[in-house]
């Protein structure tokens, strides 16, 4: 009987096997409880019909491509990892693999000195650039109905974050592909909705650790273990 029958939630980061010896990993691997790969086979043969379509099929296979060629010398026996590209180089790489001209970058205002440079590295490798910053369009934090203790700057007439907008206008410039660089939590989760391009993040948003959010994770037992207390 599999999981889904018993009950049991899939919980892939808590397997108790090592990385390389799960199941998911290699035919000879084994499970712990909550193995999607094992108890979740209707939903997995629903996943996998999808890559019939032969769109979502290539865009896959170049991804696979894309990120083992983030590997050198893979020739070598034995093998051992040795990266050699920053995700910004493979966000380049990758849409030329698609064929894909015109790039929208969706930014926050706190950093428009980076959009600036993304988007001339973007330049630099032939694309077209649509930017548009998350207070485009001015429209006032009033409008979502936030009070004036709830806004940063109280006193004021805020203007709100509008991912909404940042998608429908990459959509209007039919974008190729679209590229967040530091929308907020919440924020980015309404542009992945609304846009109609593929999107990649090249950077997610993090105030405190200079937006790499897995500093405080990485850190969570010693000096961020304030983040592990409810």
Known sequence: MGDDKKGIMPSCATCEVEPRG?????????ASKGCPTLGRVEVLAEAEREYEDEEVREFARQASIQEAECYANR????YVLQPTKTRIVEICEFAKRMHYKRLGLAFCIGLVKEARVVTEIFQNHGF??????CKAGRTPKAAIGIRDEEKIFQGTDETMCNPIFQAKLLNHEKTDFNVLLGLCVGHDSLFFRYAEAPVTVLAAKDRVTGHNPLAAVYLSDSYYRKITVP
């Open 128 to 133: 077209e650039v649509v930017s548009v910053l």
């Open 75 to 78: 020739h070598e026996r034995p």
């Open 22 to 30: 799960r199941i998911c990993y290699t035919e000879e691997g084994k």
